[in-house]
Structure formats: structure tokens, C-alpha cells
């Protein structure tokens, strides 16, 4: 077996190295992140920043990201050479951070986590801890956690929504919730509270989340009127409110087939009003030599 020194500094380097496009990269305790080629053997410095580095990096679409002691996060393009800092925390940065949905996750030393959208520049808090965070966290199940010097792990998942709701029978919070569920069977609709709503729209929030982008929900109020029953469709709402309900320790998916052919029904009465006029409100004196009779029958 053999070894060689490839690149010797003067202070420690604490990072653990990312490798990206054939090139190995490490950071200095002096700031700087180096590019190390094993094709030729050489080295040189590609980022620098203000103060030191312990994060040892990710990678997102085709650019390399560091956190620094000096409280940034610092993108580097290898096809332009070019660098620039993506998010400014209040603290030391020491996590490497992590990738998920197409996002940039880092903790940072004020205790919190930031998120960053390369496709929007703009970065937010997504959770508030008690303490500092060095961990760089993991992605299991589509969700994020990540630990904290407080003691505890935390988890953070984003919710996408079919947020059209169609017609529903009332806006009340428990339609609108149910409705939504049933749309989004994964949803867990008790970490949702309704902060307003409007006949044609609601606007919810996640309890106990940092994000202030709300959510909002679009519907109309079904008058019940010329309505045309969907019979599959009723049924499969029924069983997934009882399979919700009485296994609330479950993932409830879809219903993919229903076959109607051999369905029984008992106690069942739809009853329509053919006509909503009301005879007892004519004035007594209006064609008074005429029997006036109403013949518009209820049909059952």
C-alpha cells in the first residue's frame, strides 16, 4: 500500500471533503476551499471566505455550497469560477448541509434552520430550536431531521396540496378540512388551523411552524340545486372518512375501483321538491270565482 500528501496546509482542516465532476474538494481552517485534480496532481483555491470553514459541503444543480464561521453560506460555480453568498444567518455555521426537494437545508449557531431556493434566491427559517446546530441533518420519507445542541431532533416536512376543493356543502372548518384531506390523503389535517375564510376561500396555517406563507384554499358553496349524485364517488368519501377515523394510526390512500352492480341499500330517501311555490301565499282576492288547486306533486 501506498500513501502521498496532496495538499498540506498550515492549520487543521476539519471538513470531511465532498467529491464533484472528477475533483476532490476540501476546506482549510484558513478560509479557503481547495480543488484538488487526481488527473494531473494539481491544486488550487476556489472560494475564500471571511472566516473559517468546518462545513464540509453539498452539492445542488451543478453548483457546491459551504457554510463559514462567518455566519454565511457561500455558492461556488466550477463552470464559471464565480462565488457568492446564498444565506447570512446571526451565527457560526458548521453544518454541511443537505438536499431535499430541489432546497438547501443548513443549521447554523442561532438555532435555527435555514431553508434556500436556488431557483428564487430567498432563503427562510423553517425551524426554531433552543440551541445551536451543528448537525447537518438527513432526508428519510421525504422529510427532513435534523438534531440540535438542545437535545432534541426535529422534523420538518413540507405539505403540496391540491388545494381546490370544488363544491362543498358549507364552508364551515370541519367541511373544508375533511375535503381537503380527502384530496390529500396524506395530510394530517390536525397540524392545520383555519385563520380565515370567505365563501369562495379559506386561508389555513401549519400549527406550531416558522413558515408565514399560508395556504390557500379555493371552493364554492354547493346550493344543492339540479344536483347530480356521483354515486362512486359518495361511496368512496364514505369509506375514507371511516377507514380515517377508525384507524387513525394508518396512511388511508385511495380507493381505486368501486363495482356498484351488487350493491344493497336499506333506509335510503332522496326526496326532491319539484316546485317551491307556495300556494297559501296568494291573496285570497286574486281570481276569487277560480278554485285555485296546486297540483305540483313531491316526488319521492
Request: proline share 2%; aromatic share 12%.
Amino acid at each position: 500500500m501506498q500513501q502521498k500528501l496532496l495538499l498540506k496546509q498550515k492549520k487543521q482542516i476539519w471538513s470531511s471533503g465532498i467529491v464533484f465532476n472528477n475533483k476532490v474538494f476540501f476546506i482549510s481552517f484558513y478560509h479557503n476551499v481547495y480543488e484538488y485534480d487526481p488527473a494531473t496532481g494539481q491544486q488550487k483555491i476556489v472560494l475564500r471566505a471571511t472566516e473559517s470553514i468546518r462545513s464540509s459541503g453539498v452539492v445542488l444543480n451543478s453548483k457546491l455550497y459551504f457554510g463559514s464561521l462567518d455566519h454565511n453560506v457561500y455558492e461556488y460555480d466550477p463552470a464559471t469560477g464565480q462565488q457568492k453568498v446564498a444565506i447570512t444567518t446571526n451565527n457560526e455555521i458548521k453544518s454541511s448541509g443537505v438536499v431535499f426537494n430541489n432546497k438547501l437545508y443548513f443549521g447554523s449557531d442561532d438555532h435555527n434552520v435555514y431553508e434556500y431556493d436556488p431557483a428564487t434566491e430567498q432563503q427562510k427559517i423553517i425551524i426554531k430550536t433552543n440551541w445551536w446546530i451543528d448537525s447537518s441533518g438527513v432526508i428519510f420519507n421525504n422529510k427532513l431531521y435534523i438534531g440540535s445542541g438542545d437535545g432534541d431532533v426535529y422534523e420538518y416536512s413540507e405539505y403540496y396540496l391540491n388545494s381546490n376543493l370544488g363544491k362543498i356543502s358549507n364552508n364551515s372548518d370541519n367541511v373544508i378540512l375533511s375535503e381537503l384531506n380527502y384530496l390529500n390523503p396524506d395530510l394530517d389535517i390536525s397540524q392545520l388551523e383555519i385563520i380565515n375564510k370567505t365563501k369562495n376561500s379559506a386561508i389555513l396555517k401549519i400549527k406550531n411552524n416558522l413558515n408565514k406563507n399560508n395556504i390557500r384554499i379555493h371552493y364554492s358553496i354547493d346550493n344543492g340545486q339540479n344536483k347530480i349524485i356521483n354515486l362512486n364517488e359518495l361511496i368512496k368519501k364514505a369509506l375514507f372518512f371511516k377507514f380515517r377515523d377508525e384507524n387513525s394510526n394508518l396512511k388511508f390512500k385511495e380507493i381505486n375501483y368501486i363495482d356498484t352492480n351488487n350493491l344493497n341499500f336499506s333506509n335510503t330517501e332522496i326526496t326532491k321538491q319539484e316546485n317551491s311555490f307556495l300556494w297559501s301565499n296568494v291573496p285570497k282576492n286574486v281570481c276569487s270565482d277560480k278554485e285555485i288547486t296546486n297540483k305540483t306533486p313531491n316526488i319521492k
